[in-house]
């Protein structure tokens, strides 16, 4: 990993929101929203663990990936197709998935 890919993860991590407070479980709903994609890579999807696919992703900034996840880019729907996720549990997955690559 060069050091701007560093510093870049370092900083996305640092911005981690810690959801236990709030009793958000990341990890949950990435299994019931966005395993079926992230796991596999199906249509483009960054793989989850898979840290060059999502240090290219966070280049552009965790607002603007946070803004994807919740509008949906290309094949990926809004809220990886579960519309009755609220934006924190959205988020939520988010960082568990980014928790992966650190």
């Known amino acids: 990993m ?12 640092a911005l981690l929101v810690p959801h236990a407070a709030t009793g958000t479980n990341g990890k949950t709903i990435y299994a019931q ?4 994609c992230h796991t596999n890579g199906v249509a483009g999807a960054p793989r989850t663990g898979d840290r060059a696919a999502w240090m290219q992703r966070l280049a552009v900034g965790r607002e603007a990936l946070l803004t994807t996840v919740l509008r949906g880019k290309g094949a990926m729907p809004p809220k990886g197709g579960n519309a ?8 939520a997955a988010t960082d568990y998935m980014l928790g992966g690559v650190k």
Request: net charge negative; hydrophobic share 60%.
């Open 2 to 13: 060069n050091a701007r890919a560093a510093a870049i993860l370092v900083a996305a991590s």
């Open 84 to 91: 009755s996720l609220s934006d924190a549990d959205a988020q």
């Open 33 to 36: 929203a966005c395993a079926q």
